[in-house]
């Protein structure tokens, strides 16, 4: 009886497997956060040497603290029904401690890191434990318990570096998301409890695609917002109206290559897959890579509107060029995740960037984001030459095949 008023939680296998209201509502806030890990990597285009490295190290580090509540909550809806009040609630305080951690992101490694530091926690302490407690005796209540106890072994870690030395802030929590990181990894074993690796989890397929997607999809709109702000802030020209116009061009060509075909059939992917939550693990890592490339690629476009034909300077190149190239490289990954295979059109698009890297260096940006919209243009119209020779791929994922073993009594 007590397992099965926990079991009201689950999502029940005749659930749609579409995002909710109450989802896209939770996004607001990392659309916000989103805006704010732009601004500190935009912060850095002056920067050069060791300077540009510890500043990029540290923003990406509070960018995979916000990844991580992001991907928690979308695995969180995904097992749970969102239309309970107890993960509605959930998804409304995380969403909360979300928007603490936007806010105080532009300076989360320096004054405001305490306020960061303790909306972390709330979601990676308290979230697991209300879960635990709402599912009351059901076998599936030991999963975010085990949550709760890792984010307690990095939780001293996280509040050591907010309340320490400012010097000592980046090494402290470097070490605690990597034990937030490795216990994902890992399944979070606890003595005599086991592990509960998330390929075992069970979980609604098509609608962690959906959310991949739609976050794929709010860093793109990030991107455009980044265009439109800076370009109608800035004082009007022929050469700014150009690069505006190649800024959103190369904006528009991500969204096409990921969706052709593999982003397209993510979700048929999921449903195909025996153990969709193995692919969902799998393509939870190649879409990190691929909204932290569109972010990166975001500031390339700030720089080049700002100063179209400025003088070259050796950080504008991670960001102009360095975002698109990593975009391909985890656009290649989900090639595979979805195909069992790798696109050709992406590799040579990789190849032609690195090769002419050294040479962007010495031209002026606009130059550099051209170079790359023509690349771009390139892997697309080699993508659209591929589709109408058939026959068309289908979406079978070589990763997560159903065998009897995989099967977990908890998951």
Do not use: C, N
């Not at 609608?207 to 794929?216: G, I, K, P, S, T």
Request: net charge positive; no cysteine; proline share 7%.
């Amino acid at each position: 009886m007590t397992a099965g008023r926990g079991a009201e939680l689950l999502r029940p296998p005749t659930s749609s497997g579409r995002a909710t209201f109450l989802e896209l509502f939770f996004d607001l806030a990392f659309v916000v956060a989103l805006s704010r890990v732009s601004q500190r990597f935009a912060g850095l285009s002056d920067d050069t040497g060791w300077a540009l490295v510890t500043g990029f190290g540290r923003t990406l580090l509070l960018f995979l603290a916000l990844w991580l509540i992001w991907s928690h909550t979308a695995w969180i809806t995904s097992r749970y029904e969102p239309e309970q009040p107890v993960i509605q609630a959930v998804v409304v305080g995380t969403m909360f401690a979300g928007l603490i951690m936007a806010v105080t992101l532009p300076r989360a490694m320096e004054e405001r890191a305490l306020p960061f530091a303790a909306a972390y926690l709330m979601v990676m302490v308290v979230r697991p434990l209300v879960v635990a407690a709402a599912l009351r005796g059901h076998p599936r209540r030991l999963v975010p318990f085990r949550l709760a106890v890792w984010a307690l072994v990095s939780a001293p870690l996280w509040l050591a570096g907010a309340l320490g030395p400012d010097d000592l802030r980046l090494p402290l929590w470097v070490a605690a998301l990597a034990v937030d990181y490795i216990a994902w990894t890992l399944g979070w074993p606890l003595p005599w409890l086991g592990v509960s690796k998330v390929g075992r989890w069970r979980i609604a397929g098509k609608h962690l695609a959906d959310r991949y997607q739609q976050m794929f999809l709010i860093a793109l709109g990030e991107s455009i917002l980044v265009i439109g702000v800076v370009f109608g802030g800035a004082d009007y020209s022929a050469e700014r109206a150009a690069a505006f116009a190649v800024a959103f061009s190369t904006s528009a060509l991500l969204w096409r290559i990921y969706f052709h075909r593999a982003g397209l059939l993510l979700t048929e992917a999921f449903d195909r897959a025996g153990m969709p939550a193995r692919l969902g693990a799998a393509s939870e890592r190649t879409h990190l890579l691929i909204v932290l490339s569109v972010l990166v690629a975001a500031v390339g476009y700030e720089l080049v509107i700002d100063e179209p034909f400025g003088p070259p300077r050796p950080s504008w190149l991670l960001f102009v060029v360095g975002g698109p190239m990593l975009f391909l490289v985890a656009r290649i990954r989900l090639e595979w995740e979805i195909f069992g295979q790798v696109s050709r059109s992406q590799i040579i698009g990789l190849a032609l960037l690195l090769l002419i890297t050294p040479a962007l260096a010495r031209w002026a940006p606009m130059v550099g984001l051209s170079a790359v919209a023509g690349v771009l243009a390139l892997v697309t119209l080699l993508d659209g030459m591929r589709r109408r020779r058939p026959p068309p791929e289908v979406a079978v994922s070589p990763i997560g095949p159903d065998t009897s073993e995989d099967r977990d009594s908890e998951a």
